[in-house]
């Protein structure tokens, strides 16, 4: 049973700093890793999605890579700004899964102080 | 564009009260769909899922129950709401071809409190 772990848990930072988010997985044979960034009370929004043959996705200042022969990815977020304060998840689907059925990390809490 | 929509947003039932709860996607057709649950404290737990009209996969047991009577339109429902029924539930949609192939995307949630 493929397991997904974050950590850390929760992270506060000073607004400026560079931060990364790990999160590892237990069956290397994935599909795809998304990255998700969750607001209190509100639904996922989609970071970035990394498919199995890529070892990183970029979109702005959001850098995620994989290396899934030891079940690892990381979240490089860089300058980072009080507006990226929010929960990030991560979240695996496995090759043989028809469908497409995702499985989350427990999520970091960050918050970025002024 | 495609858009995915939950109602209601929030809902406080009593115990032993039955629910529906609603989700429909715009833009694109034959989705896969998910029900997921985050409970307090707890992280996302798939539900259902379902990869076309009539065809409902469930992951774990419990006393909730889907349906998917058109296209673009899931449903989830209990005849019986329990305590252990109160949470955020996330409808999704996994993405087909191109650069969105296999990438899921969540609604708005729906927050429920069974008292």
């Known amino acids: 049973k493929q397991e997904v772990t974050q950590i850390p848990a929760a992270l506060s930072v000073p607004e400026g700093e560079n931060l990364v988010l790990n999160c590892s997985f237990t069956d290397s044979a994935i599909y795809n890793l998304q990255w998700f960034r969750q607001d209190p009370g509100k639904g996922l929004t989609s970071l970035l999605l990394i498919q199995s043959s890529q070892r990183e996705q970029t979109s702005g200042r959001l850098n995620a890579s994989l290396d899934k022969s030891s079940g690892r990815s990381t979240l490089y977020i860089a300058a980072s700004q009080p507006g990226d304060s929010a929960t990030y998840l991560c979240?695996?689907?496995?090759?043989?899964?028809?469908?497409?059925?995702?499985?989350f990390g427990g999520g970091t809490r960050l918050m970025v102080k002024p | 564009s495609q858009t995915i929509h939950q109602w209601p947003a929030t809902l406080v039932q009593p115990v032993g009260s039955p629910l529906s709860l609603e989700c429909t996607v715009e833009?694109?057709?034959?989705?896969?769909l998910y029900w997921y649950r985050q409970a307090a404290g707890r992280g996302l737990q798939l539900l259902f899922y379902?990869?076309?009209?009539?065809?409902i996969s469930s992951e774990v047991p419990q006393n909730l129950s889907a349906s998917r009577p058109q296209d673009r339109q899931f449903i989830l429902s209990s005849k019986k709401l329990l305590l252990s029924d109160s949470g955020f539930y996330l409808c999704a949609w996994r993405g087909l071809g191109g650069r969105a192939r296999n990438e899921q995307f969540f609604g708005p949630g729906t927050r429920l409190t069974v008292l």
């Open positions: 379902s990869v076309g009209i009539g065809q």
């Open positions: 979240a695996v689907s496995l090759v043989n899964n028809a469908g497409n059925m995702l499985t």
């Open positions: 833009g694109t057709s034959n989705p896969n």
